[in-house]
T-cell receptor, first 117, second 111 residues
């Protein structure tokens, strides 16, 4: 149980376009989801925390107008990178807080590799 | 900023040897977790140790936690080539709101 999926697993887009990444909790309801960014050979950096039905909370230095997060249901959160630029190329990983007694633990998706050309 | 610092940054060993990775953190924690990440892939949760625990085992993994020194170690015994990956520690603060990752250790196990 507690599986998190992401779609797409990789995407290549042109500079200036927008890209949407989906994160789904497959077998549980996730009131809280997290979005991380990871550059090559570096650690995960938390970008934002999203709660179902409310606005996301962004970490310092993360542009909320550039990285739009929508957590419209208990099983789906989306991250839209708007007007993407090459420096946005990165590995984006979502995570969902677990259900029930595991609500303080997080389950991670497999990541989405974004390449902006 | 990242709370956890890990050392070594990179570790290369021969198959069958043990691998030890260390993690230090700065503030009080609820728990500390270790994750593995194969190149270009997502995270795999390995083990969680709570702040009131000192040692935990899972298969070939042994994790210790010293809250007085704000440090943890991950020991992988009898390593295998398939253990080659990056290993991250992550701490959950006492407020419980976020998971903060360390910088990671790149482990290479040579066959």
């Amino acid at each position: 149980g507690a599986v998190v999926s992401q779609h797409p697993s990789w995407v290549i887009c042109k500079s200036g376009t927008s890209v949407k990444i989906e994160c789904r909790s497959l077998d549980f309801q996730a009131t809280t989801m997290f979005w991380y960014r990871q550059f090559p050979k570096q650690s995960l950096m938390l970008m934002a925390t999203s709660n179902e039905g409310s606005k996301a909370t962004y970490e310092q230095g993360v542009e909320k107008d550039k990285f739009l997060i929508n957590h419209a249901s208990l099983t789906l959160s989306t991250l839209t990178v708007t007007s993407a630029h090459p420096e946005d190329s990165s590995f984006y990983i979502c995570s969902a807080r677990g259900p029930g007694d595991n609500k303080y633990e997080q389950y991670f998706g497999p990541g989405t590799r974004l390449t902006v050309t | 900023s990242q709370q956890g610092e890990e050392d070594p940054q990179a570790l290369s060993i021969q198959e069958g040897e043990n691998a030890t990775m260390n993690c230090s953190y700065k503030t009080s924690i609820n728990n500390l977790q270790w994750y593995r990440q194969n190149s270009g892939r997502g995270l795999v949760h390995l083990i969680l140790i709570r702040s009131n625990e000192r040692e935990k085992h899972s298969g070939r993994l042994r994790v210790t936690l010293d809250t007085s020194k704000k440090s943890s170690s991950l020991l992988i015994t009898a390593s295998r080539a398939a253990d080659t990956a990056s290993y991250f520690c992550a701490t959950r603060g006492t407020s419980g709101s976020r998971l903060t990752f360390g910088e990671g250790t790149q482990l290479t196990v040579n066959p």
